[in-house]
């Protein structure tokens, strides 16, 4: 099955820096990687995803980059805030054998981002 | 995207008795996915809960443990039986549909602490 490793384990940077978050992935039949940022006591929430079929994606502070051929995504916060402190999660999804299609998520183990004042 | 409520939220229970968690979600889902999350960890994806056909588990998960039942397109249960301290986790449930890798948002989650 797929195993997805993300690093690093924890993140602290200053205030107005950026941060990248970087996960690598096993399964070269992967198609689907989303991004989680989970604040403590909440469900996670999913801040940006890219496809296969598409090597980078912005959505204003956030980026996800994907390299299929080394089978690793990254995500980059610029300018961090003080509300970007959080766990985050990088996942990839594998298509079924059935004919594809959105089956559940492999997590990375998650990323402590502390963004410090 | 897609609101999904689950119920509990949370409970406290005894060891040696179940807990059904529900899912409801407010379009309907080809596919929906239950998730354990144990303290401090990250998520692990327990089954995929398949409507008129049985739940598809992932390794380390089994029927008789994590029974799931699915009557439609908008609904879906997770039975947590016998249950032991270490079955203490959040339990979320997720939804996404086949054939374009929609997005996966998840329910608030049920967290179960079992005494």
């Known amino acids: 099955g797929e195993n997805v490793e993300q690093h690093p384990s924890t993140l602290s940077v200053q205030e107005g820096d950026s941060a990248v978050i970087k996960c690598t992935y096993s399964?070269?039949?992967?198609?689907?990687f989303p991004w989680y940022k989970q604040e403590l006591g909440k469900r996670p929430q999913l801040i940006i995803d890219?496809?296969?079929?598409?090597g980078e994606k912005k959505d204003q502070r956030i980026a996800v980059t994907l390299n299929k051929t080394a089978k690793h995504f990254s995500l980059h916060i610029t300018e961090t805030q003080p509300e970007d402190s959080a766990v985050y999660f990088c996942?990839?999804?594998?298509?079924?054998?059935?004919?594809?299609?959105?089956?559940?998520?492999?997590f990375g183990k998650g990323t402590h981002l502390i963004i410090q004042p | 995207s897609a609101v999904i409520s689950q119920k509990p939220s949370r409970d406290i229970c005894q060891r040696g008795t179940s807990l059904t968690i529900q899912c409801q979600v407010d379009?309907?889902?080809?596919?929906m996915f239950w998730y354990r999350q144990q303290p401090g960890q990250s998520l692990t994806l327990i089954a995929t809960?398949?409507?008129?056909?049985?739940?598809?588990?992932e390794s380390g998960f089994v029927i008789d443990k994590f029974p799931i039942s699915r009557p439609n397109l908008t609904f879906s249960t997770l039975t947590v039986s016998n249950m032991s301290p270490e079955d203490s986790s959040i339990y979320l449930c997720s939804v996404g549909s086949r054939g374009g890798n929609t997005e996966a948002f998840f329910g608030q989650g049920t967290r179960l602490t079992v005494v």
């Open positions: 890219i496809r296969s079929n598409v």
């Open positions: 809960a398949n409507q008129g056909s049985e739940a598809t588990y």
């Open positions: 379009s309907q889902v080809t596919m």
């Open positions: 996942a990839a999804s594998t298509p079924s054998g059935s004919g594809g299609g959105a089956d559940g998520l492999t």
């Open positions: 399964d070269s039949a992967s198609n689907y």
